[in-house]
């Protein structure tokens, strides 16, 4: 399953499963959806669309008096550069809307996607991203040289061209290594990503820079644990403004500090001091200052602190059985 899948759908409703009173099934065959007996269930949850199908399954849950929640993690209008641009502007943007418009209520990661979901549909919960931290993956231990990291996809060029230049000098300096998780050594685009960190070609790759192939999502936290320090670049577009904090949240799994850029949704942290917000395209000077001050590991305890208060998945999945319990006695 995809990450969205995974962090929005699979990992609260297991816990929601285990926590309350009820039972959930789950579909993830696209193919079968416009079949399965709506009739037997209180409530359908989906994310974003309900696929190639879902303008003979809106008709069908409208028909039975179903009614339905549309999760949404991030915003449907892509910037030209992301890959599935094409994609979205000729399918995926007007059924997210339409599966937003429609629905009983929408849930979403944060404030800022909440204001542009009410465009659409004012009956919107906001329920932050969390980890559940009794999963395998996210409880590894590894031991590793001293590590700098980054985890993420395959859309994200543009950010990490923000920390050209800045990363050797450091690594050379100080003696750690440069991870990064989420690789696909056949993509040309991965290899832009890795030139934006090293000014190099894989085949010149240099001994402080190491890879970590993509892999499943239940799986990839691992990765953290062969980290010492996060990196999050994030370019100040529209479309970012309405991600979420997630990679805060990962990093906190694992009690690390992450340096953040500064922008929309990271400054919903401004409070967490396990934080560091990179001012200026600078990230030379926090994470000197961090290495130097040998407290990454106090600072890490703080961020951990933090999002087990506001990240927390059980007190975010009991708003979320109130907000599914709404929906369908207000049906």
Not at 130 to 151: C, L, S, Y
Not at 180 to 204: D, F, Q
Not at 222 to 238: F, G, H, Q, R, W
Request: proline share 5%; net charge neutral; aromatic share 12%.
């Amino acid at each position: 399953m995809s990450g969205v899948s995974f962090h929005r759908l699979y990992t609260p409703y297991a816990r929601l499963q285990l926590d309350y009173d009820c039972t959930v099934d789950i579909s993830q065959d696209k193919k079968e959806w416009a079949d399965l007996p709506y009739e037997k269930y209180d409530v359908v949850v989906f994310n974003r669309w309900l696929g190639h199908l879902q303008y003979n399954i809106l008709p069908i849950l409208a028909k039975k008096k179903i009614p339905f929640v549309c999760d949404n993690d991030d915003y449907w209008v892509l910037p030209r550069y992301n890959p599935a641009y094409k994609f979205y502007k000729a399918y995926l943007k007007n059924a997210v809307k339409d599966a937003i418009h429609y629905a009983d209520a929408v849930t979403c990661t944060t404030p800022q996607l909440a204001e542009k979901i009410k465009e659409i549909n004012k009956n919107v919960y906001i329920l932050p991203n969390a980890i559940d931290p009794i999963q395998r993956q996210w409880n590894a231990e590894i031991e590793h040289p001293k590590t700098i990291g980054w985890v993420g996809g395959i859309s994200h060029l543009e950010d990490l061209k923000l920390l050209s230049g800045q990363i050797k000098p450091i690594c050379e300096k100080y003696g750690y290594r440069f991870l990064m998780c989420g690789y696909h050594p056949t993509s040309k685009l991965w290899v832009e990503m890795e030139r934006a960190i090293t000014g190099e070609y894989p085949h010149n790759r240099p001994k402080w820079f190491e890879v970590r192939e993509g892999t499943r999502a239940d799986i990839y936290g691992t990765y953290y644990s062969e980290i010492d320090i996060v990196l999050a670049p994030l370019t100040n577009t529209k479309f970012n403004r309405y991600k979420s904090e997630l990679k805060i949240v990962e990093a906190a799994a694992y009690k690390l500090p992450i340096l953040v850029s500064k922008v929309e949704p990271y400054t919903n942290h401004r409070s967490n001091l396990g934080v560091f917000f990179v001012e200026n395209n600078d990230w030379t000077t926090p994470l000197t200052k961090l290495i130097e001050s040998e407290k990454s590991k106090d600072v890490g305890l703080i961020n951990h602190a933090y999002c087990d208060v506001y990240h927390n998945i059980a007190a975010i999945n009991h708003t979320r059985f109130e907000v599914l319990q709404s929906v369908v006695n207000g049906h």
